[in-house]
């Protein structure tokens, strides 16, 4: 989608860069005065206008109300969804573009002034949803010739328009956000792989309660958060950032909080903190898509961290914290580590679901339900959990779930680690919970 983007605009960047056939006025060459006056000839450059500027319209129309209406199209622990919205190329918009530099030239249009009339036209073009926006907002930095063709370092203040400058950066660049409290009255959506770095995650603060998603991320690239604070506000459903099938994300030093569903919701696109979302059918592994360090998850009402599809993640010395449903829930076929993480009073500590295959290593849990469920052909590997006071079970092993497990230790629970008729975990060495048999 990001290439689409920047492809789109390539035409009219050297249209309004340079132009062979009409020089600005001032520049040492002047149109004659009957084609300067030419009431019919202005018409005719507004046109030009006019057409192009439609066309701008027409291309921002296809990122429009499908994600404003469904931001993660259908998510649930069980499916792999597409966060990527059906859009075509933009094979329409390449062809207005060259047709517009072609007739500027033809036609002698005043250069300069059709720069003004043309910029003064995209502030006009109208954009459903967050998606919409972001592309409309790069597009025009990049045919005002704000876009950055290189990385660079910015600073943003609480006032400024967040939105508006990460849309004008290039990949691998750096925001550095002050500290203060940053309200978004929309997502913002993140086309590249850029790091929003604050000034500690007591300091900096993004917050909104716009539904949806806080932030969510459609790129290929490196995308970081890093010292600062999320926290979703509102009671409208909301997930605090989303990736995309190709996205890939580092949490540093940062907090997420706020993911909000409504009671009795089922819809596995709300109430999340962190939401990884794949294409349906997404099996392929790519390396570590989430990365998690020193941060804290906490107060979603369902899922902490919820991967889909083939994501892997690297967690260390995380804390989750009150979570509705699960802290971590691994789907689909998702894998990676969880280490040294802290859990406390989520009503599943990690949840590992499907096919999902896991390590957790090294982890304290304290309160909640169940320190580790795994369910359908899901198989963990459990080193090392320290778990004090689930109300239900330290481990449950469900349906045809297997894996191993070693070094669990359990305290104040009635229940250690249960194992259903048709799971088979290996229990290995060094477990202080009791073994249970399930239904």
């Known amino acids: 989608m990001v290439a689409l983007v920047v492809a789109g605009v390539l035409a009219l960047s050297a249209c309004a860069g340079s132009n062979s056939g009409a020089k600005?006025?001032?520049s040492g060459s002047r149109r004659s005065p009957g084609a300067a006056s030419s009431a019919d000839a202005q018409r005719a450059c507004d046109a030009v206008t006019t057409r192009l500027l439609a066309s701008v319209q027409r291309y921002v129309d296809r990122y429009g109300a499908t994600?404003?209406?469904?931001?993660?199209s259908s998510v649930s622990p069980s499916a792999s969804p597409s966060a990527s919205p059906s859009t075509g190329d933009d094979a329409e918009l390449r062809s207005s573009l060259q047709r517009a530099q072609k007739e500027v030239d033809s036609k002698n249009c005043d250069l300069a002034a059709f720069r003004t009339s043309f910029a003064a036209g995209l502030d006009k073009v109208t954009a459903d949803g967050p998606l919409a926006r972001?592309?409309?907002l790069r597009l025009t930095a990049s045919m005002t010739g704000r876009l950055a063709s290189t990385p660079k370092s910015i600073?943003?203040?609480?006032?400024?328009?967040?939105?508006r400058e990460v849309a004008a950066l290039a990949p691998g660049s750096t925001v550095t956000l002050r500290a203060g409290r940053y309200v978004l009255r929309q997502p913002l959506v993140l086309l590249a792989g850029i790091t929003l770095r604050g000034a500690g995650r007591e300091r900096t603060t993004l917050t909104s309660r716009a539904a949806g998603t806080l932030i969510l991320v459609l790129n290929d690239g490196r995308t970081e958060l890093r010292d600062l604070a999320v926290r979703h506000t509102g009671r409208r459903p909301a997930s605090v950032l989303v990736g995309g099938p190709g996205s890939s994300v580092v949490l540093t030093g940062a907090r997420l909080s706020g993911g909000f569903s409504r009671k009795g919701s089922n819809d596995g696109q709300s109430g999340i903190g962190v939401l990884m979302t794949a294409?349906?059918?997404d099996t392929t592994g790519r390396g570590t898509t989430l990365q998690l360090t020193r941060t804290q998850i906490s107060d979603n009402t369902a899922a902490g961290l919820l991967l889909t599809g083939a994501h892997r993640t690297s967690v260390r010395s995380t804390t989750f914290r009150a979570n509705g449903q699960c802290g971590v829930c691994f789907g689909g076929e998702s894998s990676g580590g969880v280490r040294r993480g802290t859990f406390t009073d989520n009503a599943v500590g990690v949840a590992v679901l499907d096919r999902a295959t896991p390590s957790i290593v090294d982890n304290t849990f304290t309160g909640g339900q169940v320190a580790i469920q795994a369910s359908g052909r899901a198989a963990p590997t459990v080193r090392s959990a320290r778990i004090d006071g689930a109300s239900r079970a330290g481990l449950i092993f469900g349906d045809r779930s297997s894996?191993?497990?070693?070094?669990?230790?359990c305290r104040n629970i009635t229940y250690g680690i249960v194992v259903s008729p048709r799971a088979l975990p290996y229990i290995g060495r060094g477990n202080s919970c009791p073994l249970a048999q399930g239904r």
């Open 403 to 409: 894996g191993r497990v070693d070094g669990a230790r």
């Open 134 to 136: 972001a592309v409309l």
């Open 155 to 163: 600073t943003v203040a609480p006032s400024g328009d967040l939105a």
């Open 67 to 72: 994600l404003s209406k469904n931001p993660t």
């Open 279 to 281: 294409r349906a059918g």
């Open 24 to 26: 600005d006025p001032g």
